[in-house]
């Protein structure tokens, strides 16, 4: 899998690991002075998971970590989604908190569907302080499992007020080839990220949904993992990752618009493997101040049994010449 040969920018980047065990898919949540990170669930940590009270080996399905300065983290011995909902199977995927006024939090989060052939669709979840525990809603916010089903969902508040998410179709989960699937050109689905306008309480969806991103051959099989933020003058940034997880081709890229509906131009990547020490980077959020990013990055091998730990960047955004550094 190559890259584009689209000419891409100079870049820099720096990056710290700050959490040394498996915390993939990381999301970002400035609460005050502090920092929390939350991701998916524990379950390359326990040999054998089983429901039960929190501890070293009972599943965990949204882990959290806390900071005080956003550079030296703690992971929590806590559940913020102890109960994912009547809609889910066991496996959940934790993708973003974001907070919506002084007492009230959104957790969004993908998870298997029961009767949805293994299936992801994506939900929302409430709580009154960041660390839950969050009481799901009664059915998902996106269930679209005849395309794939849908995984990878973040939230963001323009500055307007109105509340978005942002998600991917899973296409790639019905098509075969490769460790993620959609690599036979002759039966290759679109994966797209969907860009869904919610209700104050950040979990209605109103109006219709629009597609803002799609792959193209420079991506390999898939993108998925966006995470949306404004720029300070106003450009939109999407962050997301291309190719398999699983592979050295992984990535974490950006594309930018002037509208929050689009078009979006992908400028990226941002980071590969070889950069800073970096293996398969990806899986990032960024948050609502567009300068703190989170992300993970490890080798998982072919059966996906690796780690993947939790790295953070400090960005600079050149938005005249769409260019992402740190």
């Known amino acids: 899998m190559g890259r584009s040969t689209q000419t891409i920018p100079k870049r820099s980047i720096s990056s710290s690991k700050v959490i040394d065990q498996d915390f993939a ?13 939350f991701a998916t669930n524990n379950h390359k940590t326990l040999g054998a998971p089983t429901r039960g009270a929190v501890n070293d080996n009972h599943l965990i399905n ?7 300065d956003f550079s030296s983290w703690s992971v929590l011995k806590t559940d913020a989604l102890p109960d994912p909902g009547t809609w889910t199977d066991i496996s959940v995927e934790n993708r973003l908190i974001t907070q919506q006024d ?9 998870a298997v569907a029961k009767n949805g052939n293994g299936k992801h669709c994506v939900g929302a979840a409430t709580a009154r302080n960041p660390q839950g525990p969050y009481t799901p809603s009664a059915k998902p916010l996106a269930c679209p499992v005849d395309q794939g089903g849908a995984i990878d969902i973040s939230g963001f508040q323009d500055t307007d007020g109105s509340r978005w998410v942002v998600y ?3 296409g790639n989960s019905i098509t075969p080839g490769g460790a993620c699937g959609n690599n036979d050109p002759a039966s290759r689905k ?20 629009y597609e803002i991103l799609n792959r193209d051959e420079s991506d390999g099989p898939l993108i998925e993992a966006p995470a949306l933020a404004r720029t300070t003058d106003g450009k939109y940034i999407l962050f997301f990752s291309s190719n398999c997880f699983s592979t050295k081709w992984y990535d974490l890229s950006y594309a930018f618009a002037d509208s929050i509906t689009g078009p979006y131009v992908k400028r990226g990547p941002f980071a590969v493997t070889g950069d800073d020490g970096l293996y398969a980077p990806g899986g990032a959020d960024i948050a609502a101040d ?9 080798d998982v091998g072919p059966n996906n049994t690796g780690a993947r730990g939790m790295y953070t960047a400090t960005l600079a955004i050149d938005t005249a010449n769409e260019i992402v550094n740190s």
């Open 62 to 68: 949204a882990q959290v970590a806390q900071s005080a």
């Open 102 to 110: 002084n007492d009230h939090y959104v957790m969004y989060y993908s």
């Open 25 to 37: 898919d990381p999301s970002l949540l400035q609460d005050g002075n502090g920092w929390y990170a």
């Open 190 to 209: 679109p994966t797209p990220i969907i860009l869904q306008k919610v209700t104050s309480d950040g979990v209605t969806p109103i109006e219709s949904s």
């Open 168 to 170: 991917k179709i899973d």
């Open 290 to 298: 567009a300068v703190h990013l989170a992300f993970h990055a490890g």
